[in-house]
């Protein structure tokens, strides 16, 4: 009976919604749903927001990361939570004799935790790990770092020129066309800017330890396709396969700070021939390279001659005699008085190193940028050989120079279509090519079109071609460049393509920005650098600018290195001169440490971090040369290729702005020959455990000193490897 009623009510509940007033009905049964579905959202909504509320209040978690860090910086977050479950793995047993050989620190964004987190990062697989040998902590604590630390790096800050810091741009690993649209971009790097110096604000407030002082080390050979010719940041070191290219395109280094060490040559390494000498011949053994024992047969520049490479000066690319090259482009333009008017040469390629061996004759310091694609590897017979030389791409990203320091670029059979992709990189050149300065292009197999695209090129951005011949000698083409001294032939142009850039818009703002297909306004105001010719050499060395705001702190830095040079590096840190040639400074500020060699028989790269004021252009300016870097990155270098390594007050500088500080003293050990030497300068706090990462790679601790908790320690790297 109750059955059949229920299907009488169905039946009549279904009946009244055919009717015409069952459309109400429907709508409220519609909103009866949509009432129950708001419901159960809401309550899974507020189940997840407690969630997460509850998981960023963990201390693994770190802050958020600019977009304009680099790429050694991505992933930070997701990085931290797996190096603690390493850290139990990787550290290791200890062995017998209780000594232990191994790289690691506490994360930055770990160090507010009781319990101690050994890092052991590497960009390759844990089974290749050996088993570490271990060494007894020293029972000492560092203290925190002191209040003096943040107030010396404020007095640095104050050594800046106008107020201005150094660039970090924006951490895009993905590859610039170049051709997006420039305003938008230049928005995005001020904003970025902006935000970047908040970030830089809140570090330095930080205090703690750069390195952990509880830290263990276990070091290990790198495995790549390199193996001891390895570039983190050039080489590409991913799954091998036949599609995947040597190297990257544009600089990108590991996401993970590199912890191994670099082998040595298969044959071993020796002491390098010693200066000048080697201008003529090297070990042929520390330069070893399959692909450069094919390039040998086929050139008569470089021979082979028992273990030596040997550089017969009648014998050059340039099919004649090298001096006869330079006197013939001094004949074409007689301004070009090479060592006085002319001082710094930027050479694009390294197919050998005649011209700059020349040049070096006359005064003249050239830097050689080995492009990334030479994989014949003479960029490292360069560096071998005592040039100044380092190693970049050439393709969508700056030059990591200021704008308007070179006061010749030169190419020569460097194979690099200057036409392309709108120009931009002749636009590249122009920016970094001094007012008035030359472009000089050779070359002996001219193709017709390139030819007419590199005429319609230059004519765009006003270049005037002061000459256009062949050499008899080489029967080279000869084509001389120069670059407009004053806006005014800009407004002359009939079609305005390249634009002129932005005003807003940093010229000398190089660290990962992308190319500019536009031409910067050339500097007018005496207050901009570059605006006048600098004095002839040697007196640019000693002359300062009236652009240079901080005429007293530059001329107090040259005093100051100069002394310190004289009174006990030269004479005091037991460092043999003779053999010492490539020498880096990691933390140029005027270039006083380079000046006060400048009687040495040495080259210096004077290295400005990204961080730091920018006043590269002044030391370009005095006649020296450098370069824009960030150390918590890989330098774009081979390995064993400085003699000496000058650090003063890196460290304290950095503070806690790298993922892994120990990774800097890993890219020392790198960047050292073995027998070459490192001196830094830095706070005791910094020094005690620093001590100990160098001892753990067998280096010499050959003098330490303290006064005042500032100290300084010299060490020297041995051939050891693990």
């Known amino acids: ?179 997006g649209d420039e305003s938008s971009a230049s928005v995005d790097e001020e904003v970025e800017e902006k935000k970047e110096e908040v970030e830089i604000s809140k570090k330095r407030k930080r205090k703690g330890p750069v390195f952990d002082p509880k830290a263990e080390y276990s070091w290990r050979l790198c495995n790549t396709r390199s193996k001891h010719n390895y570039m983190p940041c050039i080489d590409n070191n991913g799954l091998i396969g036949r599609l995947q290219s040597y190297r990257h395109r544009e600089r990108s280094c590991p996401k993970k700070p590199v912890m191994c060490l670099v082998p040595l040559p298969h044959d071993g390494y020796d002491p390098p021939v010693p200066w000048p000498e080697s201008k003529s011949k090297i070990l042929y053994k520390n330069v070893a390279h399959p692909k450069l024992a094919a390039y040998i047969k086929k050139h008569s520049w470089v021979n082979e001659s028992g273990e030596y490479l040997t550089f017969p000066q009648n014998k050059t690319a340039f099919s004649g005699n090298v001096l006869q090259y330079l006197e013939f482009i001094q004949e074409m333009v007689p301004d070009i008085e090479w060592g006085k008017n002319v001082r710094i040469v930027l050479d694009i390629g390294c197919s050998e190193s005649s011209f700059v061996a020349a040049l070096l004759d006359k005064d003249v310091l050239t830097i050689s940028l080995g492009l990334k694609d030479d994989l014949v590897d003479l960029a490292q017979v360069s560096l071998e050989r005592g040039f100044p030389t380092f190693v970049s791409a050439l393709a969508s990203r700056r030059l990591p120079f200021p704008s308007g320091v070179f006061d010749i670029i030169h190419c020569s ?72 001294e004053s806006n005014d032939i800009y407004g002359l142009r009939r079609r305005k393509n390249p634009p002129l850039c932005k005003e807003n818009e940093n010229p000398d703002a190089a660290w990962y920005v992308p190319m500019k297909t536009c031409l910067y306004e050339i500097p007018s105001a005496i207050e901009q650098h570059g605006a006048e010719w600098p004095e002839e050499w040697p007196k640019r060395l000693e002359t300062y600018p009236e652009w240079l705001t901080s005429k007293e702190k530059a001329v107090g830095d040259t005093d100051h290195w100069k002394a310190m040079v004289n009174k006990s590096y030269l004479t005091g840190l037991g460092i043999d001169w003779l053999h010492i040639r490539n020498v880096m400074d990691m933390t140029a500020i005027y270039g006083g440490f380079a000046a006060s060699l400048v009687n040495q028989s040495v080259w210096v790269m004077n290295v400005v971090p990204v961080h730091s004021p920018d006043t590269l252009p002044f030391i370009y300016e005095r006649g020296l040369i450098g370069i824009y870097h960030d150390w918590c990155e890989p330098f774009g270098t081979y390995p064993r290729s400085y003699d000496l390594l000058h650090a003063d ?28 030497w490192v001196v830094v300068r830095d706070k005791v706090e910094i020094l005690e455990p620093l001590e100990e990462i160098l001892r753990s790679l067998h280096w010499e601790i050959r003098m330490t000193y303290a006064q005042d908790k500032e100290g300084m320690l010299c060490a020297q790297k041995t051939l050891w490897r693990p």
């Open 1 to 179: 009976m109750m059955e059949i009623k229920r299907k009488m009510g169905v039946a009549h509940f279904v009946r009244r919604i055919k009717q015409p007033r069952g459309i109400w009905v429907k709508m409220a049964f519609i909103v009866v749903l949509g009432l129950c579905f708001v419901f159960f959202w809401s309550f899974l909504s507020s189940y997840a927001s407690s969630f997460n509320v509850q998981r960023e209040s963990f201390d693994d978690i770190a802050e958020p990361v600019s977009s304009r860090t680099k790429p050694a910086h991505h992933n930070e977050v997701s990085d931290s939570s797996k190096s603690h479950e390493r850290s139990r793995v990787e550290s290791g047993p200890r062995s017998k004799e209780g000594r232990h050989v191994g790289g690691g620190s506490v994360h930055k964004h770990e160090t507010k935790k009781k319990k101690e987190h050994v890092v052991v990062s590497h960009p390759h697989k844990k089974k290749d790990l050996p088993k570490p040998v271990v060494v007894k902590e020293e029972e000492a604590v560092v203290k925190e770092v002191q209040e003096q630390v943040e107030g010396e790096t404020e007095e640095s800050e104050s050594n800046k020129e106008d107020g201005e810091e150094g660039t970090e741009s924006d951490n895009n690993e993905g590859e610039s066309d170049g051709n």
């Open 413 to 484: 059979a460097c194979r690099v279509h200057w036409h392309s992709h709108g120009g931009k990189l002749l636009l590249e050149m122009n920016r970094i090519l001094r007012p008035n300065g030359y472009f000089i292009l050779s070359s002996n197999n001219e193709k017709i079109e390139d030819d007419e695209a590199m005429t319609a090129l230059t004519a765009s951005i006003c270049w005037n071609i002061l000459a256009h011949k062949t050499e008899e000698a080489s029967e080279m083409g000869v084509r001389i460049y120069q670059k407009p």
């Open 649 to 676: 007050h890196l460290f304290s500088r950095l503070k806690n702005r790298c993922k892994q500080p120990a990774s800097i003293v890993v890219e020392m050990d790198r960047l050292t020959r073995p027998g070459g």
